[in-house]
């Protein structure tokens, strides 16, 4: 067999970088110094090629190069649907199939790679039966936040010994902190005391996600090893109610890289972590001595003030005591979203669920403001979560923002947003479906007869109001919010807390005990090939349907095609408030229905993509199986699936069904 000439130069490239990627030169080297060392005799004066060879293939060196090389059979561009491009004859096979995301690492900086070597213990799936292949299972997804990267596992089947096998790179010197061509040396990593933010979420053979633990690590132990590696077993808390219960361990390794020249001792690290913990405690006990007082002289100003909604502390999903405060930062978006109302809708799109109580007693709901990465990785939250991450996205954009604390009708507590304007205008935002209400206060001295607007919101009474900078309770002589007056600056109405004492726990940085604000990550979906594999999904689970009631079913796809655009304006009126395109679209169904025919269409929305669930929910509706029903004569059928991708793995999902037939009277 002969080769082209620069087939047979490819040839010698790949085998040369082979043998280098296995170090082939230390390796002859060392067994070059054996060989003269022992197996020649002392008469020997030179060593031939042929010893030599002998020596290699005895200690197995040439087995190893051959073991390690293959050559696969080419496969033709036109069968993979790619483009005519040049690549190379041959190349070497890796004998693991598994698929690496492969990295660039800076030389100059410093990196974390964490491993996490599989869990135990999860006794609550100690009798999880061995999902069969195929079957759709409970699952765990490990998240991970660390200085602004974020990174999640592969999910693995949900049992007593999870196989959670991952790897991940996190780079230390981050975020611009002091000269960024530097490396971090182990004093600078010392002062680093961002920990690790480890999510652990559930999520069953429905889609519906659990949070089974929130955990922060101190990554910092690793310091004082020796080879720059250390082993480490984690055991995870449950959350709410469970927060002192063991959910499992997970067993992981650190490794530095690269090592560092000069380590730490043990006593150093642990110096340095007393000092922090002493140093937020101090800083948290003098804000709770100021909040007592703030507190006695906010009730002293009237009586009626001890039964108004004034929530100065929230528990978190650890059951950690915070400052409502510091669940608000400022979060920019960056590309993600474009507007504050757009970022309404993103935040309105996070599916509700309030935090369970075991027993289910006592009637009142189990207080739980979540952390914000263990919200948006759970994808759902109460109504504060929620109201917190809109608060903060729209300080992002600009806009001077506040989580109200109050009631609604049959005094159920509540929380939304509220913005101020530069001209005094007051705007509530309700973060659970991103309406927007104009407040105009009542004035309760106007004569009887004299009009007076009518609230539109469905907001009661208004205890507090808070963001990431300021605290201000309700002391007027009424909370009603048809009667509130939101000017801040006045003392007689509203008893602020002083800002620097808010800031000594909430800004970033003040203590080590707050969680760090991770970034938003991209959409999770492709909406054209989710919005397709819905529709097909749908329009076969309606001709089966309509087969168990013995009817046929004949699709009109320009029909499915012109209820697009009205999916597209049900889209852009939720994240505007404005309406338009509908001329259009009735314009369009006029020409698509013939005369004599009747046209109907059933709109619905949903939270998630999965078929069947989206199809029971429709079929729920008369309205709708009315159409999916329809007997007639000339019977055409229609359906489109519009997939809106949202940050994160929010989705707003359009489906309209609609049928067309012949009126026979």
């Not at 917190?388 to 604390?405: I, K, N, P």
């Not at 997939?643 to 049928?659: K, L, R």
């Amino acid at each position: 067999m002969s080769l082209p000439p620069e087939k047979a130069s490819e040839l010698k490239q790949i085998i040369h970088n082979h043998l280098i990627k296995m170090n082939i030169h230390r390796k002859i080297r060392d067994v070059l110094a054996e060989t003269v060392r022992e197996d020649l005799d002392p008469g020997h004066s030179s060593l031939s090629e042929e010893d030599f060879l002998r020596a290699l293939q005895r200690r197995g060196i040439v087995d190893d190069v051959m073991k390690d090389l293959h050559f696969s059979k080419e496969v033709p561009d036109t069968e993979l649907g790619l483009q005519n491009t040049p690549k190379p004859a041959t190349h070497f096979i890796d004998k693991d199939p598994t698929k690496l995301k492969k990295t660039n690492m800076d030389p100059a900086r410093r990196y974390l790679y964490l491993q996490v070597l599989g869990g135990k213990a999860f006794l609550e799936h100690l009798q999880e039966p061995e999902p069969l292949p195929g079957q759709v299972c409970s699952t765990f997804t490990l998240y991970l936040h660390f200085r602004n990267q974020r990174f999640r596992s592969k999910p693995v089947p949900c049992a007593c010994e999870p196989d959670l096998q991952e790897g991940f790179l996190l780079e230390i010197h981050r975020e611009g902190l002091g000269d960024g061509s530097k490396m971090a040396d182990a004093t600078t990593m010392l002062s680093i005391c961002d920990p690790v933010h480890l999510v652990l979420i559930k999520r069953d053979a429905s889609s519906e996600t659990t949070l089974v633990s929130s955990y922060f690590l101190d990554w910092r132990t690793v310091l004082s090893s020796p080879s720059g590696k250390t082993s480490i077993a984690v055991e995870l808390l449950g959350v709410g109610s469970e927060c002192k219960v063991t959910a499992g361990v997970l067993n992981m390794s650190l490794d530095l890289y690269p090592p560092l020249s000069e380590i730490l001792s043990p006593d150093i690290i642990t110096t340095q972590q007393s000092l922090e913990r002493q140093k937020t405690a101090e800083k948290e006990r003098l804000f709770l001595v100021y909040a007592k007082q703030w507190w006695r002289e906010f009730l002293e100003i009237r009586p009626a003030n001890q039964s108004k909604l004034v929530k100065i502390f929230a528990q978190d999903e650890n059951g950690v005591n915070r400052p409502v405060c510091s669940y608000v930062r400022v979060l920019r978006a960056g590309r993600l979203l474009e507007s504050p109302r757009q970022a309404a809708r993103f935040v309105s799109l996070l599916g509700l669920e309030k935090a369970p109580v075991v027993g289910g007693g006592g009637g009142g709901k189990q207080e739980q403001w979540c952390s914000l990465l263990a919200f948006l990785c759970r994808n759902k939250g109460d109504c504060e979560d929620h109201a917190t991450l809109l608060c903060s996205l729209l300080l992002g954009f600009g806009l001077d923002a506040y989580v109200c604390v109050g009631t609604k009708p049959k005094s159920l507590a509540h929380t939304w947003v509220m913005t101020r304007g530069t001209d005094s205008t007051i705007t509530f935002w309700e973060s659970l479906t991103a309406h927007r209400y104009l407040h105009q206060a009542i004035d309760p001295d106007a004569p009887p007869l004299a009009p007076q607007p009518r609230p539109s919101y469905p907001y009661r009474t208004i205890g507090c109001v808070f963001n990431h900078r300021s605290f201000l309770a309700n002391c007027q002589p009424s909370d009603a919010v048809e009667l509130c007056s939101f000017a801040f600056h006045n003392q007689s109405q509203w008893k602020a807390m002083s800002e620097e004492a808010v800031g000594s726990v909430c800004s970033p940085g003040s203590t080590t005990s707050l969680p760090p604000l991770p970034p938003l990550c991209g959409p999770s979906l492709e909406p054209s090939a989710a919005s397709n594999q819905l529709e097909l999904e749908l329009r076969y689970l309606v001709v089966e349907h309509r087969k168990d009631l013995g009817l046929a079913t004949v699709w009109d796809d320009h029909l499915s095609y012109v209820l697009s655009s009205a999916l597209a304006a049900y889209e852009l009126e939720r994240c505007t408030g404005t309406s338009c395109g509908n001329e259009e679209f009735q314009d369009a169904v006029r020409r698509a229905v013939p005369d004599g025919h009747t046209f109907k269409g059933f709109p619905i929305h949903f939270l998630h993509h999965n078929a069947r669930r989206a199809f029971a929910t429709c079929l729920r509706s008369p309205f709708c199986d009315e159409i999916v029903c329809c007997r007639g004569d000339h019977v055409r059928l229609a359906v489109r699936v519009r997939v809106f991708a949202y940050p994160e793995s929010a989705c707003a999902v359009w489906v309209m069904f609609a049928c067309k037939y012949r009126s026979v009277l």
